[in-house]
């Protein structure tokens, strides 16, 4: 029967383990075995994990197109532009809308844009 370094047991992942342990290379983690500090232990962990990574759900991302699809068209209605241009404008915004609406917290969800009242509703999306 082999003994020490030579005998192989039957859990190989312990082992690779083991010989990891061992490795010169194998270092603890920054602060491993200190307490943690009160800004990590407060607030909700995916909330703040999720904000520093810079993520926004889809219908923050869609409420911020519909806002400055709809800026665009107020400026506009302002101008010389073609009635039929601004009511083709207002009808892919109101898509969006519904599609905002479909996917946003219910006390978020918006009135489709009206041609009368466009100017209105983009205070309403800012």
Do not use: H
Request: glycine share 6%; proline share 3%; net charge neutral.
């Amino acid at each position: 029967m082999l003994k020490g370094e030579d005998w192989m047991s039957r859990d190989l992942i312990g082992d690779m383990l083991k010989a990891k342990e061992k490795d010169v290379l194998y270092e603890k983690p920054k602060g491993f075995g200190k307490p943690l500090s009160r800004e990590v232990l407060e607030g909700d962990v995916l909330d703040r994990t999720v904000k520093n990574a810079g993520f926004l759900p889809e219908w923050i991302k869609l409420q911020q197109e519909i806002r400055d699809q709809l800026s665009k068209v107020v400026s506009s209605m302002e101008g010389d532009i073609l009635e039929e241009s601004i009511s083709q404008q207002i009808d892919e915004i109101n898509q969006k809308v519904k599609k905002y609406n479909r996917i946003c917290p219910t006390k978020m969800q918006k009135m489709l844009i009206t041609w009368e009242q466009a100017a209105e509703q983009l205070k309403s999306w800012s």
